[in-house]
Every structure is written in C-alpha cells, then in structure tokens.
C-alpha cells in the first residue's frame, strides 16, 4: 500500500491526536487559528478555533476522497477497506475516551463512515458498468 493510497481521514486523526497530547498548548481546541476582525460587511469579528479548523480540514479531506474514488482506474478494495477501519477506530476512540467525546469529533466519525462507504458504493457502480450480462 503506497502513502498515497492511506485514507486521509487517517492523517486527520493524527493529527488530532497530536494536538490533544500537545503539552505547548493549554486549551488547543478553544485556540484561535484566524481572526478576522472587521473583514465582514456588517463589521463583526469572525474566529475561527482549531475545533473549526479540524471539521473545515475534515471536509477537504472528504471531497479528496471522493474525487480518488470515483477516478480511480485500478479498483483496490484494499482502501476502502481500511477507510472502514479508520472510521471504527474514530467510532471506538469517540465512545472510549474523554478527549474525543465532543461535537468535533463526531462530525469526524461521520465524515469518516462516509468516506468508507461511500468508497464501496463507487467500487460497486463501477464494478456492475464493467460486468456484461447476457452476451
């Protein structure tokens, strides 16, 4: 398996446990990451924090995901396979532990199952267009 074809969703979860076992960082999710003060119309700041850092980050990741599923050539049921698996071990690691039972986290898993299943269901499309039945 090339470093290429690991699920993104993986880099994602090191990365969150990076920041969670980060001792620099007091509070890292509540952490401003950008701030826009007076960049909007109505003159109100807009924050954003690592927690929205992480779920922005999650979406980019869920859009690459789909776009290597659905371009692929070679069909390798190897990665969706192991996007199921990082999404139990998001599923596993939500429920068990404390740091990650929080809304951020939860979006992750659900992005996570998306990605496996969504994965699956494009190998399967593709894989019913290339069978011919009847001839």
Do not use: C, M
């Given at each position: 398996m090339r470093l290429l074809s690991i699920t993104t969703f993986f880099w994602v979860l090191l990365g969150y446990l990076l920041v969670v076992y980060s001792d620099k960082i007091?509070?890292?999710?509540?952490?401003?990451?950008?701030?826009?003060?007076?960049?909007l119309y109505t003159h109100k700041t807009l924050q954003i924090t690592v927690d929205n850092a992480f779920i922005y980050?999650?979406?980019?990741c869920l859009l690459i995901e789909i776009y290597k599923?659905?371009?692929?050539?070679?069909f390798n049921s190897l990665e969706s396979l192991f996007s199921i698996v990082v999404a139990i071990i998001y599923l596993i690691l939500f429920i068990t532990t404390k740091f990650a039972h929080n809304s951020t986290f939860l979006m992750l898993t659900v992005m996570a199952f998306i990605d496996g299943l969504g994965g699956f269901i494009?190998?399967?499309?593709?894989?019913?267009r290339d069978v011919i039945f009847g001839k």
């Open positions: 007091p509070a890292p999710f509540k952490t401003k990451v950008l701030d826009f003060n007076y960049v980050v999650g979406l980019f599923a659905a371009t692929t050539k070679n494009i190998e399967l499309n593709a894989a019913h």
